[in-house]
């Protein structure tokens, strides 16, 4: 079986193109690497380098193996460093994309536990509706719902979303109770990110599918903030399950057209490479997945 280290000695002696360069970033005397590559050469029945008093040439067969060994070799580099890696204390600046719906007191509460468990990571956070770009931006992580734009980012699934629309028993004394989607239009409603007070509401029920523009009183930028005038009779809102199954239950909500909801929200956390995860990434990605986000149904 042919010896790795001498396939690591003999890709060495290719890149600098020298026994007496590849020796020295080796460690090793000359001779010991002229013997490997000729063991090695001597195991593949191969001439891999052709050598005169002045130049080492690799042959048109050496160049093809070497091109297919580093790449092996880089990823036994890549293990070595992962194995290494886990063994030590998650330390060191992680940074952190969010959107502005994130931006409130819950998630700050779970930041704050997850650096006091793991005193020795920094964190810079960014709370903003930007896609930023995560390599550009040398973004750890970023947490993104919905549909993703850019594929050759790596994602996992940390939970999903659905939302209701309800109203508070104080906005539903004395007016008409919506009995189809379209009534939606002729009633006050809260809004998410409403643009001059208005939005459209997209409400799925099986396969039927419908898309209503909405006006109102308030438009906010987070649940947090269009859930509160909710509560208190300013409009209908259209409220992550999360932030009304407890109300309904208690009475506080109503749950208008209950046979309709909006389309199912994938939450993502994303990140710009599965190749050695760094330990402060691998314990936040943990955490995420082990908290009970209020703006999303863990997954199981």
Not at 36 to 43: F, G, I, R, T, W
Not at 94 to 113: C, R
Not at 247 to 266: C, F, H
Not at 283 to 288: N, Y
Request: hydrophobic share 40%; with cysteine.
């Amino acid at each position: 079986m042919i010896d790795l280290n001498d396939i690591a000695v003999f890709v060495k002696v290719a890149q600098f193109e020298s026994f007496s360069r590849a020796a020295q970033s080796l460690g090793m005397p000359v001779s010991t690497v002229s013997r490997k590559v000729s063991a090695l050469e001597d195991q593949l029945g191969v001439t891999l380098l052709q050598r005169t008093t002045r130049k080492l040439t690799l042959t048109a067969q050496a160049r093809a193996y070497v091109s297919q060994c580093s790449e092996a070799l880089n990823h036994l580099a890549d293990a070595e460093r992962v194995l290494t890696e886990t063994q030590r204390k998650p330390e060191g600046l992680l940074k952190i994309s969010v959107p502005v719906i994130l931006g409130q007191e819950t998630f700050y509460e779970f930041l704050s536990d997850f650096l006091k468990a793991y005193p020795r990571i920094q964190v810079d956070l960014f709370v903003t509706n930007l896609f930023l770009d995560l390599i550009a931006e040398n973004v750890d992580i970023a947490i993104r719902f919905g549909e993703l734009r850019d594929s050759t980012i790596v994602a996992q699934k940390i939970g999903k979303s659905v939302r209701y629309v309800v109203a508070s028993p104080q906005y539903l004394a004395g007016r008409p109770v919506p009995v189809k989607p379209e009534d939606l239009e002729s009633h006050p409603c809260v809004l998410l990110n409403g643009r001059n007070n208005e939005g459209e509401w997209h409400l799925v029920s099986g396969r039927k599918s419908v898309k209503i523009q909405v006006s109102g009183p308030v438009s906010s930028r987070d649940f947090q903030t269009a859930s509160a005038f909710t509560y208190r009779g300013h409009g209908i809102g259209l409220l992550p399950s999360t932030y009304c199954d407890d109300q309904i239950a208690a009475g506080k909500l109503v749950r208008l057209l209950p046979d309709w909801s909006s389309p199912e929200i994938v939450v993502h956390a994303v990140y710009p490479t599965r190749r050695f995860l760094p330990a402060k990434l691998q314990v936040f990605l943990d955490e995420l997945k082990a908290w009970k986000s209020p703006l999303w149904i863990p997954l199981r």
